[in-house]
T-cell receptor, first 113, second 114 residues
Framework: DTAVSQTPKYLVTQMGNDKSIKCEQN?????MYWYKQDSKKFLKIMFS???????INETVPNRFSPKSPDKAHLNLHINSLELGDSAVYFC????????????FGQGTRLTVV | AQSVTQLGSHVSVSEGALVLLRCNYS??????LFWYVQYPNQGLQLLLK??????LVKGINGFEAEFKKSETSFHLTKPSAHMSDAAEYFC????????????FGQGTRLTINP
């Protein structure tokens, strides 16, 4: 029974397209996150939601828009994809906003061609 | 601003040997510290965390880390490496109060030689 699941696992798309990545957690956590891991494995937070409210919004282009329909879901929509958006995107959740223990999904490898 | 530096992007040890992965942090206030492991094609998994209690922290899979304030370090160790320990390891820091986001180091890839 997967705790944090993301779909799709792989996503290959052309520049300029719009795409979405979905994330769901069945842990009953209040807080969810999106992280980006670049080709050098560097991991950086993008967004954090607590009970459907945005609490962390790092310096991310406006083309990236998170949406939390309920506290078990946090989707990431990306408009006008660029080559530099190619990365692995991880969804995570934690019981508290402090990420004292964050549980990560398996990642979505996005390749923009 | 907080930051984490992991010394050595790649560490290679023999099976059965001591594993030592280094992490130094920079923080103006006492932080919380974490080690995460990432196996190939998987998400991150928490190994252990320091949250102001005991300075020597034991985690899963036989790993432990010691918080040394004087050295601003939180090195990860395991007495005897197993082949299954081969993975990417990330140290992370978080302020106890304020913006509660994890800031990760650049990662250390651990290779185990038979």
């Amino acid at each position: 029974d997967t705790a944090v699941s993301q779909t799709p696992k792989y996503l290959v798309t052309q520049m300029g397209n719009d795409k979405s990545i979905k994330c769901e957690q069945n842990l009953g956590h209040d807080t969810m996150y999106w992280y980006k891991q670049d080709s050098k494995k560097f991991l950086k937070i993008m967004f954090s939601y607590n009970n459907k409210e945005l609490i962390i919004n790092e310096t991310v282009p406006n083309r990236f828009s998170p949406k939390s329909p309920d506290k078990a879901h946090l989707n990431l929509h990306i408009n006008s994809l660029e080559l530099g958006d190619s990365a692995v995107y991880f969804c995570a959740s934690s019981q508290d906003p402090g990420q004292t223990e964050a549980f990560f999904g398996q990642g979505t490898r996005l390749t923009v061609v | 601003a907080q930051s984490v530096t992991q010394l050595g992007s790649h560490v290679s040890v023999s099976e059965g040997a001591l594993v030592l992965l280094r992490c130094n942090y920079s923080s103006s206030v006492p932080p919380y510290l974490f080690w995460y492991v990432q196996y190939p094609n998987q998400g991150l998994q928490l190994l252990l965390k320091y949250t102001s209690a005991a300075t020597l922290v034991k985690g899963i899979n036989g790993f432990e880390a010691e918080f040394k304030k004087s050295e601003t370090s939180f090195h990860l160790t395991k007495p005897s490496a197993h082949m299954s320990d081969a993975a990417e390891y990330f140290c992370a820091v978080r302020k106890i109060q304020g913006a509660q986001k994890l800031v990760f180091g650049q990662g250390t890839r651990l290779t185990i030689n038979p």
